[in-house]
């Protein structure tokens, strides 16, 4: 079964400081990772994704990813968080065997302290 | 530039009442999907249609229907609102492939009294 975890409910960093979000995932296949993020009030926006290609992974807004195959993991950083970057984040897996279905993390959110 | 939308940002019903969402994409996308979000919850899928006039359940399809009758247009229904389909709702629509993105509309907050 597909399953995606992340590990953070919520992530509080300081404005300047790296920013860290976890996501672990259960995959059958060769799947596809995203990562969108919800800033309030708005649907979501897509940040990364990868697709097979380079495990490292560079979205918008200095945001990256390392997919780890090895550890199942999709774990999403930025070297310097702005305040700007506070929203929630979703991780999300899809395999295309199943029909093309995406399937989401229960979300982090991210806090940005000045 | 690729655009989702949906009919309403707000909306306020009544419990028993009969709602209609509406999602419209002007991408040319063959699948659609609605999601309802929920704090804690994340995101959980209700209903998706790959094509016109198909449908498929998601995980949470009780007392939602929907219906897509052209292509660019995927409505979810709420039969009889009851309060605990008091949510956020989000309409998604992506192109069949092996790694296409789900491109999402702004969303509705349906607040059902």
């Known amino acids: 079964a597909q399953s995606v975890t992340q590990l953070d409910s919520h992530v509080s960093v300081s404005e300047g400081t790296p920013v860290l979000l976890r996501c672990n995932y259960s995959s059958s296949y060769s799947p596809s990772l995203f990562w969108y993020v919800q800033h309030p009030n708005k649907g979501l926006q897509l940040l990364l994704k990868y697709t097979s290609a380079a495990t490292l992974v560079k979205g918008i807004n200095g945001f990256e990813a390392e997919f780890k195959k090895s550890e199942t993991s999709f774990h999403l950083t930025k070297p310097s968080a702005h305040m700007s970057d506070a929203a929630e984040y979703f991780c999300v897996v899809s395999e295309f065997f199943l029909g093309n279905q995406f399937y989401f993390g229960t979300g982090t959110s991210l806090t940005v302290i000045p | 530039d690729v655009k989702v939308t949906q009919s309403s940002r707000y909306l306020v019903k009544r419990t028993g009442e009969k709602v209609f969402l509406e999602c419209v994409q002007d991408m040319d996308h063959e699948n659609m999907f609605w999601y309802r979000q929920d704090p804690g919850l994340g995101l959980r899928l209700i209903y998706f249609?790959?094509?016109?006039?198909?449908?498929e359940k998601g995980d949470i399809p009780e007392g939602y229907s929907v219906s897509r009758e052209k292509k660019e247009r995927f409505s979810l229904i709420l039969e009889s609102a009851s309060t605990n389909q008091t949510s956020m709702y989000l309409c998604?629509?992506?192109?069949?492939?092996?790694?296409?993105?789900?491109?999402f509309g702004p969303g509705t907050r349906l607040l059902v009294l």
């Open positions: 249609s790959y094509d016109v006039k198909m449908k």
């Open positions: 998604a629509s992506s192109s069949t492939g092996e790694t296409e993105t789900q491109y």
